[in-house]
C-alpha cells in the first residue's frame, strides 16, 4: 500500500515539473517574435474592405445590396404614403399601444422637447424659437386647437411618420415606440 501512495505522489510531482517546464519556457521576454501561428487566416485576414473593389463578385463591388424586401431588425414599415386619404385611413387604423404611465409621458416628453418643441413650442401652441425668431416662416401647427385635440392619435402618428404639408418626415429620427410616447405626451400633459 505504501508503494502505491509514493507511486502516486511521483506522478504528482511529475505532472508539476512538466507543468512548470512548459509554462517558463513559454516566457521568453528577449523575443520580438508572437510565437508560432496555428491559425494564420485569422491572423492575415482575407477580407476585403467595405468600398474596395473585389474580384468575386461579377460588378466587383464588395458593398452588397440588401436583398429585396429587407426590413432591419425593430423596424416595421410603414405602408401609407403622404396623402389625405392614407391620414383618415391611419385614423382609423392606428391606435396608441402605449399605457399611459408616469414614465412613458416622461418619456414622450423628452422626445417631444428633442424634436418637437423647436416649431411647436413648448407649450405646444406653435410658438417654437424657429418661428419666433423669424427662421421659419411659415407658423407651425398650435397642438392646443381643437383641430388637433379631437384628429385620431393614428393621423398624428400618420403625421409624425411621413409629415404633412411642408412639416418632413420623422420616422427616420424618431423610434416607433418613441412616436407613440410623444403623442401619449400631448395628450396628457399639453392638451390637458
Known amino acids: 500500500m505504501k508503494i502505491y501512495r509514493s507511486g502516486m505522489k511521483n506522478y504528482k510531482l511529475i505532472y508539476i515539473i512538466l507543468s512548470s517546464v ?4 513559454a516566457c521568453d521576454k528577449r523575443s520580438t517574435e508572437r510565437g ?15 468600398y474596395s473593389e473585389n474580384p468575386n463578385f461579377a460588378d ?5 445590396k440588401p436583398s429585396e424586401g429587407t426590413v432591419p431588425r425593430g423596424i416595421i414599415p410603414y405602408p401609407l404614403k403622404k396623402t389625405d386619404e392614407d391620414m383618415a385611413l391611419a ?22 422637447e ?31 386647437q381643437e383641430k388637433t385635440v379631437n384628429r385620431p392619435d393614428g393621423e398624428i402618428y400618420h403625421i409624425i411618420n411621413v409629415g404633412i404639408k ?6 427616420s429620427q424618431i423610434s416607433q415606440e418613441d412616436r407613440w410616447r410623444i403623442i401619449t405626451y400631448i395628450r396628457e400633459d399639453l392638451q390637458n
Open 114 to 144: 428633442r424634436f418637437c418643441a423647436q416649431c411647436h413650442g413648448e407649450e405646444g401652441d406653435g410658438q417654437g424659437f424657429l418661428y419666433t425668431s423669424k427662421k421659419y416662416a411659415f407658423p407651425p401647427a398650435n397642438l392646443l
Open 166 to 171: 411642408i412639416m418632413g418626415a420623422h420616422a
Open 36 to 50: 508560432r501561428s496555428f491559425l494564420p487566416d485569422m491572423e492575415h485576414s482575407q477580407a476585403y474592405d467595405t
Open 60 to 64: 466587383s463591388m464588395t458593398l452588397r
Open 91 to 112: 385614423g382609423k387604423t392606428y391606435f396608441n399601444p402605449m399605457e399611459v404611465t408616469d414614465e412613458n409621458v416622461a418619456k414622450g416628453k423628452l422626445q417631444y
Open 22 to 25: 512548459i509554462i517558463l519556457s
